[in-house]
């Protein structure tokens, strides 16, 4: 099935009589993208190699509901389902969005700032869905009402009923998108073709852990903030050549997984450390999150600037909502404000990091200034580097020295 076929979408999703063949979006890596135009509007129609999760739909229905900005997904007339069979492969259409991927020019600080506003929006309505979410850096359940923090509303003016839908630029590596790269022709429903959550947002579980091991993990990230500033620009020294990195800081909580409920295998941090390469074991461990720390929530996964959409009237929205799961909300704000943040060099501009962090507290939502936030970033740039290719690998290891000299100052920006 190469060509789209018009006729069958618009009788399997209501959207009626069809005014153009379908255009196909190029640009993308792992789908087929069209632009479909109907006597009812403009939609997005994708066509995906595999089929999203149930939770995926249900997380990018929520924020939609909740005031974020998105193409609207539309259901199948007959079961209401989001993703259907359709000639051998699975189809999701959305309303069409125009709009653009924002390139590093568009980046400024206020942008970033509403970046971080839409995120705390995003996890305030993943939250609604995870009533068993705990505080970030105590592992004790939250008393409060997971509701809209006060951005939830900031963004509700789009126009939801216009049918739009606009370019993605379906680059892996931020620094490699100049402004005008940014600008071309391409579609914002494709799955996240750079860092997935299949990709490796890895992160550890460990929620049913008892008080008294708490106070351990709590000692450990005492440990861990301490050795964060022998971390230096190239440093690849081995653990046993740093007493204080091998000593007591790989205890086999984490969980190299695609969902923070604990799927995927369980290792333990110095042996999955291994399977990178000593390189960058220091950073791992000095980032490792301790048990039952972290606030799950359903969220996106991979909100980098290729899954948003700059609009004409200076508004985001956010797409390719596909790979959508449970994530842990502090090392994904601390994770967007990397890729917000990021020079085309590949290390970090302070203000539009602080812009990310600070909408999202404004937003309601919470981040420690510990280095654990910053680990579910490393695990899966780490694990995205094992299938990179070498220009990107090279970037990548680029970006994680950076980060590593980086890391003591971003610690405390975040207090």
């Not at 018009?6 to 255009?23: E, I, K, Q, Y």
């Not at 996240?192 to 460990?206: F, N």
């Not at 220091?282 to 700059?310: F, I, M, Q, Y």
């Not at 981040?367 to 290719?389: K, N, S």
Request: hydrophobic letters at 35%.
């Amino acid at each position: 099935m190469s060509d789209l076929d018009v006729a069958s979408v618009c009788d399997r999703f209501g959207l009626g009589l069809a005014v153009t063949p379908g255009l196909r979006v190029t640009g993308y890596y792992h789908n087929q993208v069209w632009r479909l135009d109907t006597i009812t509007g403009a939609y997005a129609v994708k066509r995906l190699s595999w089929r999203p999760s149930d939770e995926a739909i249900e997380i990018e229905r929520r924020a939609l509901a909740a005031g974020v900005p998105l193409p609207p997904p539309v259901p199948e007339t007959a079961t209401g389902r989001y993703a259907v069979e359709l000639g051998g492969a699975v189809v999701r259409v959305h309303r069409w969005l125009d709009g653009r991927a924002p390139g590093i020019d568009d980046l400024t600080p206020p942008l970033c700032h509403r970046m971080g506003t839409l995120l705390a929006t995003v996890h305030h309505a993943g939250s609604a869905a995870q009533p068993g979410v705990r505080n970030p850096g105590t592992g004790q359940p939250r008393t409060e009402d997971p509701t809209p923090g006060p951005g939830a509303a900031e963004d509700q003016g789009h126009d939801t009923a216009a049918g739009e839908h606009g370019a993605s630029e379906p680059r892996e590596i931020a620094e490699d998108r100049s402004a005008g790269e940014a600008g071309g022709a391409g579609n914002g429903l494709s799955v996240g073709d750079g860092l997935s959550v299949e990709e490796g947002r890895a992160v550890s579980d460990g929620r049913s852990i008892g008080e008294g091991r708490r106070v351990g993990e709590r000692r450990r990230v005492g440990e861990r903030r301490a050795i964060i500033d022998g971390l230096g620009a190239g440093d690849g020294r081995r653990a046993e050549e740093s007493p204080a990195i091998a000593e007591g800081l790989g205890d086999g909580s984490d969980v190299s997984a695609s969902r923070g409920d604990g799927e995927g295998r369980a290792v333990g941090g110095a042996r999955e450390a291994a399977a990178y390469g000593v390189e960058f074991e220091g950073l791992w461990r000095a980032t490792e999150r301790p048990a039952g720390w972290g606030t799950t929530v359903g969220s996106h996964g991979d909100l980098h600037p290729k899954n948003a959409l700059l609009r004409a009237d200076g508004t985001l929205a956010l797409i390719d909502w596909d790979t959508a799961g449970e994530y842990v909300a502090e090392q994904e704000a601390a994770g967007v404000a990397l890729d917000w943040a990021a020079r085309l060099g590949g290390d970090v501009d302070s203000d539009r990091f602080d812009a990310v962090i600070e909408g999202y507290q404004a937003g309601g939502g919470v981040i420690p200034a510990e280095p654990w936030v910053f680990g579910g970033w490393v695990r899966g740039y780490l694990d995205f580097m094992e299938r990179a290719d070498p220009d990107d690998r090279e970037q990548i290891r680029t970006r994680l020295t950076l980060l590593a000299t980086a890391l003591p100052d971003l610690v405390k920006r975040l207090s």
